[in-house]
């Protein structure tokens, strides 16, 4: 499908087929909105200005960058664990009011992975990997670094696992920096392939949520680890992850604080809850989309004036990035992709753990449910019908499986708030690609 938009002045025309994403003047935008149906305003155009823009969309038609047909195909799905989120514990040094994770306890009894079971989930993973040579574990919480000796000891095992049957792993962690000591930074340093650190930005708005167990606010604790650890990653992989909620709809600003004090790789994620004074509602859409448009062009600013960070959800590749097929399949939880309770319970990704719905085995069985399993598999782009008609969707694939199954009912039904959003951020990020490739080709 084909679709248009404006950013400020700059006129889009995006084709998903082909992936084509090309920049128009006024009178074309208006003749291709009305043909389209995007817009009910008729242009007043000359017989031979039509006769013109016809002519150039035609051109871009016959090279496959217009109105190209859409792929259509369901993905195959290969039975090939690729990767594991480790539960390492469910418990937590911190009580964020917003957590999808009941504070870490998962809504279950607090409790931490033994270093048996944890090994037994990198065999689950070995053995059930097949061809695969790069494996991939994440170890998650509750807060990973209230059980570090076991994580350490897990790494070791898993590399020695690994060389003895021509694999590697690549580890991944997510913590909120309370206890990143010059120890864990080593450690992370040497160890992970990626970090990701929770930070939600200014200091009133992470105190107002991120509480220490005591009821204080975490800022003053965290933030000089995390400095410390940016300083020390050199050009390693990682990114200060923060939660926006009802409460700091003007988040730009704590994606420019987090840009101000050093950290140049950034997400800014919406909240997942139900909780009324931090939820994301429909009525809050003009604030958020307008917000992103502020952040664009902030971020725009900074790149020209060679400050720039990378903000992850900006980053739209379209000559790179995901194979087609890739974009199709969705992100694989449930299929390829699983976590690990700390008891061993196998569930298709961290949001569903806890949810006896969908509990698939035990680390210790070594078997999966195939039922919940051949339901993942078959998810895909294509099955959520609501999607077909979004230009976003080979870019998005979707939405969120967890996302979709726990505001709406349904794996297949995307979430509309989260959709406006993603599509605005969408937009912005093709204007954010455009606007670069313009400045690297020394067009203003």
């Known amino acids: ?175 909120n920096a309370l206890l990143l000591n010059d120890d864990a930074i080593e450690f992370f340093n040497a160890e992970m392939e990626n970090v990701v650190l929770s930070l939600d930005g200014r200091k009133e708005v992470h105190d107002a949520i991120r509480k220490t167990v005591n009821g204080k606010g975490s800022f003053d604790y965290v933030i000089g680890n995390i400095k410390k650890f940016v300083k020390s990653r050199g050009d390693k992989h990682y990114y200060v992850r923060g939660t926006f909620t009802a409460k700091n709809l003007d988040f730009s600003k704590d994606v420019l604080f987090l840009a101000d004090n050093g950290f140049d790789s950034i997400s800014m994620e919406p909240v997942v809850t139900d909780i009324d004074d931090l939820a994301i509602k429909e009525e809050h859409l003009p604030a958020i989309l307008k917000e992103y448009e502020n952040l664009c062009d902030e971020y725009l600013a900074r790149y020209e004036r060679g400050e720039g960070f990378n903000f992850f959800h900006f980053n739209v590749d379209l000559e790179g990035g995901p194979c087609l097929s890739k974009r199709v399949s969705a992100c694989g939880a449930g299929n390829e992709y699983f976590s690990v309770a700390p008891n061993g319970d196998i569930y298709p990704c961290h949001q569903f753990v806890g949810d006896k719905k969908f509990l698939m085995g035990n680390v210790y069985e070594g078997r999966l449910n195939s039922d919940i399993r051949s339901t993942f598999a078959e998810n895909c782009l294509f099955t959520r019908e609501k999607c077909g008609d979004c230009f976003a969707k080979f870019i998005c694939s979707g939405g969120c499986s967890a996302n979709n199954y726990h505001f709406e009912g349904d794996m297949n039904k995307p979430y509309g708030v989260t959709c406006a959003m993603m599509k605005k951020r969408i937009e912005c990020g093709m204007h954010v690609y455009a606007r670069k490739n313009a400045l690297k080709n020394g067009v203003k």
């Open 1 to 175: 499908m084909v679709h248009v938009f404006k950013y400020k002045e700059y006129n889009y025309i995006y084709d998903s087929g082909s992936g084509s994403l090309h920049e128009c003047d006024d009178k074309t935008y208006d003749y291709l909105a009305y043909k389209l149906g995007e817009s009910s305003a008729k242009p007043a155009l000359s017989e031979a200005e039509i006769t013109s823009i016809e002519g150039d969309l035609k051109a871009l038609e016959d090279e496959g960058l217009l109105f190209k047909e859409e792929v259509k195909t369901h993905p195959a799905k290969s039975n090939e664990v690729k990767a594991l989120c480790i539960h390492i514990c469910h418990d937590c040094n911190l009580r964020c009011r917003y957590c999808f994770a009941d504070e870490g306890a998962y809504h279950s009894a607090r409790e931490f992975m033994s270093e048996e079971t944890a090994k037994k989930a990198i065999d689950f993973l070995i053995s059930n990997s097949g061809n695969r040579k790069v494996l991939e574990v994440d170890f998650f919480g509750g807060e990973p670094l209230m059980c570090l000796q076991t994580i350490k000891n897990v790494v070791a095992y898993a590399r020695a696992e690994a060389a003895k049957v021509g694999k590697k792993f690549l580890f991944t962690t997510t913590t």
